[in-house]
């Protein structure tokens, strides 16, 4: 067994063939990867609880997760680990990544320094590869499950709550490409100006920390629900 429980969220249909050949993409990118996979049933409308089902998947020391129609670079777990080995003491460790779109890798530039402030400020931080303690990571799923949003937000929720108890550390390979494509739920569901910065006003609080009046969140938030908006 490897030490890394992986879990991907699988819909109950695949919507064409190019969905179904994303998910064999992303599965064999996994294949040679230090890892264990999981396939879980994806929750309509609740992303939080078909994603606490999959860490609750195996019983390998942390957890994971691959989107279905995302995949890894090769070595992108060892790299990740070893990142963290270099700050033991850190909650957790992210990777940066690709953009995807059609056959076009964008380069996306990450801070490699964590901060709680950038945390809050660009909800995208941590969509990439992403690794975290088995334990602690259920633990804030029990323990705060109402106060994580059942979509939208869920990911930026749980970053937060888990770095309560200490900071993330950022490994700056692109381990992780995200595909960006017109079936993508951030493409196809709006979320509004007010959502994003109540979810901005909860993070802050986590935190004790000022709210700010206007931020990259703020900005992020105002291309989501433009019509048409592209990363």
């Given at each position: 067994?490897?030490?890394?429980?992986?879990?991907?969220?699988?819909?109950?249909?695949?919507?064409?063939?190019?969905?179904?050949?994303?998910?064999?993409?992303?599965?064999?990118?996994?294949?040679?990867?230090?890892?264990?996979?999981?396939?879980?049933?994806?929750?309509?409308?609740?992303?939080?609880?078909?994603?606490?089902?999959?860490?609750?998947?195996?019983?390998?020391?942390?957890?994971?997760?691959?989107?279905?129609?995302?995949?890894?670079?090769?070595?992108?777990?060892?790299?990740?680990?070893?990142?963290?080995?270099?700050?033991?003491?850190?909650?957790?460790?992210?990777?940066?990544?690709?953009?995807?779109?059609?056959?076009?890798?964008?380069?996306?530039?990450?801070?490699?320094?964590?901060?709680?402030?950038?945390?809050?400020?660009?909800?995208?931080?941590?969509?990439?590869?992403?690794?975290?303690?088995r334990d602690t990571t259920l633990a804030v799923y029990e323990n705060h499950f109402d106060d994580i949003p059942p979509v939208w937000f869920e990911l930026c929720s749980f970053a937060v709550l888990l770095a309560q108890g200490g900071d993330w550390t950022n490994d700056p390979n692109r381990?992780?490409?995200?595909?960006?494509?017109?079936?993508?739920?951030?493409?196809?569901?709006?979320?509004?100006?007010?959502?994003?910065?109540?979810?901005?006003?909860?993070?802050?609080?986590?935190?004790?920390?000022?709210?700010?009046?206007?931020?990259?969140?703020?900005?992020?938030?105002?291309?989501?629900?433009?019509?048409?908006?592209?990363?």
């Amino acid at each position: 067994m490897n030490d890394i429980d992986v879990h991907i969220i699988v819909p109950p249909k695949w919507k064409n063939d190019d969905e179904r050949k994303w998910f064999d993409q992303c599965i064999e990118s996994l294949e040679t990867e230090p890892v264990n996979i999981h396939l879980v049933d994806r929750v309509q409308d609740d992303t939080r609880r078909a994603r606490f089902t999959g860490y609750q998947q195996g019983s390998a020391p942390y957890v994971s997760f691959v989107d279905p129609d995302d995949y890894v670079m090769p070595g992108a777990f060892s790299s990740a680990m070893d990142a963290w080995v270099a700050k033991p003491d850190a909650v957790g460790v992210y990777t940066n990544y690709w953009i995807r779109r059609g056959d076009r890798m964008i380069q996306r530039h990450l801070h490699n320094q964590w901060s709680r402030k950038r945390m809050i400020d660009d909800l995208r931080l941590i969509h990439q590869l992403v690794i975290t303690p088995r334990d602690t990571t259920l633990a804030v799923y029990e323990n705060h499950f109402d106060d994580i949003p059942p979509v939208w937000f869920e990911l930026c929720s749980f970053a937060v709550l888990l770095a309560q108890g200490g900071d993330w550390t950022n490994d700056p390979n692109r381990a992780y490409v995200w595909r960006k494509h017109d079936m993508c739920d951030h493409l196809t569901r709006r979320v509004t100006m007010g959502a994003v910065l109540e979810w901005q006003k909860w993070a802050c609080q986590q935190f004790n920390m000022p709210i700010p009046m206007f931020s990259q969140t703020s900005r992020w938030g105002s291309e989501l629900i433009q019509p048409g908006y592209r990363l």
